[in-house]
Nanobody
Framework: QVQLVESGGGLVQAGGSLNLACVASGRTFSTSAMGWFRRAPGKEREFVAAIPWSGGATYYADSVKGRFTISRDNAKNTVYLQMNSLKPEDTAAYYC?????????????????WGQGTQVTVSS
């Protein structure tokens, strides 16, 4: 069993920054790729960023590339999402997830465990 708990969301003005954290329970964190997804009201869940277990190559949605940075600390069982230059269109609930199945990092169905989410609201 894996539990994921996100934190760090909140209300911020456009142009501001937030740093989300996701703490994982369970022994498999250090060998698991992790991802961040988001869901805005009335929209489908969408991929934001992902990082392999080794913390090597990272993956980003085009909409956040250059503004968001994903990182991880395996000693702390934590994955982070540093979000800079936030825009109103970044407003959404943000979820971290553990990638379990092989294949694309961009597809939600390749992830098996999900957190409860943390709300990010960006005002204009």
């Amino acid at each position: 069993q894996v539990q994921l708990v996100e934190s760090g969301g909140g209300l911020v003005q456009a142009g501001g920054s937030l740093n989300l954290a996701c703490v994982a329970s369970g022994r498999t964190f250090s060998t698991s790729a992790m991802g961040w997804f988001r869901r805005a009201p009335g929209k489908e869940r969408e991929f934001v960023a992902a990082i392999p277990w080794s913390g090597g190559a990272t993956y980003y949605a085009d909409s956040v590339k250059g503004r968001f940075t994903i990182s991880r600390d395996n000693a702390k069982n934590t994955v982070y999402l540093q979000m800079n230059s936030l825009k109103p269109e970044d407003t959404a609930a943000y979820y971290c997830a553990r990638k379990y199945y092989s294949g694309s990092y961009y597809i939600p169905s390749n992830y098996d465990y999900w957190g409860q989410g943390t709300q990010v609201t960006v005002s204009s």
